[in-house]
Nanobody, 125 residues
């Protein structure tokens, strides 16, 4: 599994961005795909996840009202639509794949793999 995040940028508070996470491998059938954010000097933080089979989605408390995760299985791509961005959303966004299904969809970064280069999101006030 090798995932690549893209779509970040420098925006103002209140703006929107859509991030994409694409798998470059020939096959891709994880249990879930998750988005995580790492702000400078902070630990990697769960943002959102989506089951690869079915429609279940999961969000952190800070993302639940403003972000939306979706997928296109034919394109092996997961999207993160981020609306009403705030300076606190600033960080490098990574996506990973949870390949096992033990205990459902997980929010811990170490349960995911296939991390590629993240995409920088900077929100100015």
């Amino acid at each position: 599994v090798q995932l690549q995040a893209s779509g970040g940028g420098l925006v103002q508070a209140g703006d929107s961005l859509r991030l994409s996470c694409t798998n470059s491998g020939r096959t891709f059938d994880p249990h879930a795909v998750g988005w995580f954010r790492q702000a400078p000097g902070e630990e990697c933080e769960f943002v959102a996840a989506i089951r690869w089979s079915g429609t279940s989605t999961y969000y952190s408390a800070s993302a639940e009202e403003r972000f939306s995760i979706s997928k296109d299985t034919a394109k092996k791509t997961v999207y993160l639509q981020m609306n009403s961005l705030e300076p606190g959303d600033t960080g490098v966004y990574y996506c990973g794949a949870q390949v096992h299904s033990i205990a459902g969809v997980r929010t811990e970064a170490h349960e995911y793999l296939g991390w590629g280069r993240g995409t920088q999101v900077t929100v100015s006030s």
